[in-house]
């Protein structure tokens, strides 16, 4: 990856309107849009049908969720071993239109919260598929490496933004331990931190459904609880995109 790969700032013209969208505060900005049915049928479909092919390589002993199956569908370099030595080549699976789609809705949170940058860059895209029990423990993301010059070439980039598409998400998440009132099974939280927070909630707890997309920076702490319907998955696709400031 090099710095000419990097995609400039959208251009907007005059009166643009954005996609309708959520703002939620939690110490840092939240949006929530709407993706499209058929896009979400689209993954579904090409997901089922390159994991029965066995095209994907699975994440599990790479990612920190506590999940049997996270498959990588796009990764812009190389992964390496512990020791190392390569092991998979950089790919995409993911259809022109959906990547497209989604670094349209990056660079609206850009425009939107109005951040100066450089650009952006794609660096990694994977689904989760989580049985019951399964569930991500608290946790930030970081971006791609390879921008900088030798010996900080592995550094891994800090500010990006990640997108969090739900694909398929069981309504049933299982029998509540306690408190019904307040649900937690198959919920996802985001946790506000940092400085200034005083009149921002201490999280913002939010259940996915199949086409929700959120969009939220690298360093918001986020988990997913565990759900326990046992005769569905739920089913994430989450997409890294380094962001590069001015």
Not at 158 to 164: M, P
Request: aromatic letters at 10%.
């Amino acid at each position: 990856m090099s710095i000419s790969s990097i995609e400039k700032p959208k251009v907007y013209k005059e009166g643009h309107t954005h996609l309708d969208y959520v703002r939620m505060e939690t110490g840092q900005t939240i949006l929530v849009f709407e993706a499209p049915q058929d896009m979400v049928l689209g993954m579904n479909t090409l997901y089922d049908k390159l994991v029965s092919e066995k095209l994907l390589y699975n994440m599990n002993n790479r990612l920190l969720g506590k999940i049997s199956n996270e498959h990588s569908v796009f990764q812009s370099s190389k992964f390496y071993r512990d020791d190392d030595t390569e092991e998979v080549e950089n790919h995409n699976f993911i259809p022109d239109n959906i990547l497209e789609w989604i670094k349209e809705r990056i660079h609206d949170y850009l425009h939107i919260l109005r951040i100066s940058y450089i650009g952006i860059q794609p660096n990694s895209a994977w689904i989760n598929e989580m049985e019951a029990g399964e569930y991500n423990p608290v946790h930030n993301h970081n971006g791609g490496t390879g921008i900088c010059k030798s010996p900080l070439d592995r550094m891994p980039h800090k500010i990006g933004l990640i997108g969090l598409m739900g694909l398929k998400i069981p309504e049933d998440m299982g029998e509540e331990n306690t408190r019904k009132d307040n649900p937690r099974n198959g919920f996802t939280e985001f946790f506000g931190g940092g400085r200034a927070t005083q009149f921002a909630p201490f999280s913002t707890l939010i259940k996915l459904h199949a086409g929700m997309f959120i969009v939220h920076p690298y360093d918001v702490a986020h988990t997913v609880y565990p759900h326990f319907n046992k005769n569905e998955t739920r089913r994430t696709f989450a997409t890294n995109i380094d962001v590069y400031l001015n």
